[in-house]
């Protein structure tokens, strides 16, 4: 090995800098965090080629005398920290005082800044030296223009991505804070054409509607959620509205935007068993603790951190975002009290074994829907709160029965049979079954076995029908065989299986009074919106939706 040599400055800067700046989303990154500590009321981001040939951020904020503009660009100049202890205590987005010098070790970067009152001030330079400063006339504020990205690192240019892809990572950065800042308007061009404009609002939702798309507003929820100091705040989507990637899911911890596996899993988990694998929903959550529980120094970008204290974290996001999510929509969307409709129970439909609605259920406080009638023999079409429901009755039912076995715990009625079922099965299916017999007797199937390939069930619960007990025992085996599970997955599995099973099958005619009880129960369980497997339950077309289709 070569002997050791200490690297001279100008290599060591540009090593420190490849740290911090790795393209031009890193640069906007950093310039506009700079314009939101100096408290700017517009930040506007103009640039070229996505910004590999120029980048231009421009703000209105405090703005810098000529001493300061000129210690800017020194590493480890900053204005956000003169102490170890103020470490703890980090109020801005910056602190570091490295992304100036950074950015002007890699580039031509000018400075022009003026504070209220000061004279203005322009410094120019180049691969980290400055080579001109001058005093020139300037609006308040700040504006800094980076040219040639990486000019002298030609290794780390070529390794740019196309002109697309930077633009869209330069627009992500601005759209993140965007969502942290809607007092703030964000202006943003590309090769003079304007791509992005969100001007100030008040209103957190209406820059969401901006961001999202305006499609997106009538499925959020806001939550909030508190404990010892520890708050959480912002808007989920209902799990009826979701998307593919998890790119609409925006998580700041203390006003920073952050990329933390612990706070996702826990927004997931909130989810889990009311959207389908693989899809995401829109979240835009800020979680708000004391700057001493969380460590942002891990990394040089800062997009990841630590907590101290994570278990308690977790537990607040997911308390919080589950409670929110698992308000009935009778709560969402309050309206008069609804007679109890006539129940009449017919063999085929619905109302079959359905057990008895639980006192409080009769006469709840909900959303008055009026079945107009069934649609293919399988959607529930309905009217009311202000709009038209389109109901996939089984996809429902199956939530129903889920929701109430859930509830219960599994502790679920069972109806002796008259007559024993005998079930004919294959010796490791029956093996596989036989280890589960205590947690399908909790949820109402009392089955012993009667032979090496025959097992014998004495009790079904009420919403099963006799000769759909095979099929079900068959595909939990099947199930089983894949892998081992823990308890609570089998007995979810279990669960959703049996729901499956019972639930009204799509081409069966329904009675009114079935289609009403079906839309009853659904209002007063807790998560109507998907079945158990994810698929959604319902459609609803509000009054503004009608309108905007007909062109009204
Ligand atoms: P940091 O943000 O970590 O302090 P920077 O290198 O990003 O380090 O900036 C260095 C200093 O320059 C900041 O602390 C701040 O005082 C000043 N500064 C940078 N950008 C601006 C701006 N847009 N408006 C006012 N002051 C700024
Ligand atoms: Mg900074």
Known sequence: MARIRVLPPEVARKIAAGEVI???????????????????HYVWVDLWDGGKRRIVVTDDGEGMGPEDAKLALLRHATSKISAEGDLFAIKTLGFRGEALAAISAVSHLTLTTKTRG???????????EIKELLQVGAPQGTRVEVEGLFFNLPARRKFLKGVQTELAHCMEVVLRMALAYPEVGFYLKHNGRPLLRLPPVKDLRVRLGSVMGKEALPFLIEVRGEEEGRVVGGWISKPSFVRGNPKGIYLYVNGRYV???LLSHALLEAYRGTIPKGSYPIAVLFLKVPPEEVDVNVHPTKTEIRFRKADLIWRLFEDTLSKALSRPLSEQTPSGPVPPPEVKEEVSGYARGAPAPESGELGFVGPKWRPLGQVLGTYIVAEGNGGVLIVDQHAAHERIIYERLRK?????????????????????????????????????LHLEPFGEQTLVVKAIPSFLRPHEVKGFLQELAQDLSEGSKGKGEIREKIWALMACKGAVKANTPLSREEMERLLRDLASISHPYTCPHGRPVFIELDRKELERRFGR
């Open 22 to 40: 790795e393209r031009p989303a890193s640069v906007v990154k950093e310039l506009v965090e700079n314009s939101l500590d100096a408290a700017s």
């Open 118 to 128: 000061g004279p203005g001030t322009r410094v120019l330079a180049e691969g980290g």
């Open 259 to 261: 990329r933390d596996r």
């Open 408 to 444: 219960r715990e599994g502790d679920q009625d069972a109806q002796r049979l008259l007559v024993p079922l005998l079930i004919e099965l294959r010796k490791d299916e029956l093996r596989l079954l036989m280890e589960q017999t205590g947690e399908l007797a909790a949820s109402g």
